[in-house]
């Protein structure tokens, strides 16, 4: 009985892992097309686009294995059943019941290493991935405690202090008309970088009309913006906005 339930267990991983193969050669596809807007921009290349895409993997993985665990359980009985296996498996005593344990079983293997991958090997590999993107171009612009200028054509902001390079506290957000004229005057208690994007929270936005001024609030401001360095723009992340 063990043999068939180990031969049963490695269809179900097999035909699992085959999935996985192809769903995350999918996924790769298109995370390496969204890069290549970054390659030749400072000293990011194809090869850290290609490294970035494998260190994304695992994440990739942990997320689609719900529907990749579900369909290759489906695939590897169905595998079984077509080569009418299942049928001799039945004929040797064993009941339907075991059937669904052994196939139960390799979904619990195939969920606990996930659950290592995604807890464990996901988090760091994506922190990796980050690094060489932040390092290969070039921006770490935000330096902790450190006082800096962004530009972007008509906007400028003012960030008066960072104790992290993910995080920014009291920034000041200017805006300016074509006529050069203030358009609006943003303050932002805090802001984070999520996902490559800068994010400003509890915003208090002053908007100049001809004769009036008006004041609203929000809870959180996208900021797309650029650092001051000898008198050039460069981008702070790959997707600030």
């Not at 699992?16 to 298109?30: D, H, P, R």
């Not at 390799?106 to 922190?127: D, F, I, K, R, S």
Request: contains cysteine; charged residues 10%; glycine residues 4%.
């Amino acid at each position: 009985m063990r043999i068939i339930v180990r031969y049963i267990c490695s269809n179900v991983i097999v035909a699992t892992f085959m999935i996985a193969l192809v769903v995350a050669s999918i996924e790769s596809f298109f995370s390496l097309i969204s890069l290549l807007p970054l390659v030749g921009h400072h000293e990011f290349g194809y090869s850290q686009a290609f490294l970035c895409v494998v260190l994304q993997l695992p994440q990739t993985l942990y997320n689609i294995f719900p529907m990749i665990g579900f369909l290759g359980s489906l695939i590897g009985l169905g595998n079984l059943s077509s080569g009418s296996e299942l049928i001799v498996i039945r004929c040797s005593g064993f009941s339907r019941k075991s059937i669904v344990y052994s196939a139960l079983l390799a979904t619990m293997l195939m969920v606990l290493v996930m659950t290592v991958v995604g807890e464990w090997l996901a988090p760091a590999a994506n922190q990796w991935s980050d690094q060489i993107k932040l390092s290969a171009l070039q921006m770490n612009a935000v330096k902790p405690s450190s006082r800096t200028w962004l530009r972007h054509d008509n906007t400028m902001a003012y960030i008066a202090s960072s104790p992290s390079d993910a995080v920014i506290h009291d920034v000041t957000v200017f805006q300016f008309k074509s006529d050069h004229s203030l358009a609006s005057i943003s303050h932002a208690k805090t802001g984070k970088l999520i996902e490559g994007r800068w994010q400003l929270y509890q915003v208090r936005q002053s908007v100049f009309h001809d004769n009036s001024v008006t004041t609203n609030t929000r809870q959180k401001m996208p900021l797309g913006l650029y650092r001051m360095t000898n008198n050039k723009a460069i981008p702070i992340t790959n997707n600030l906005k």
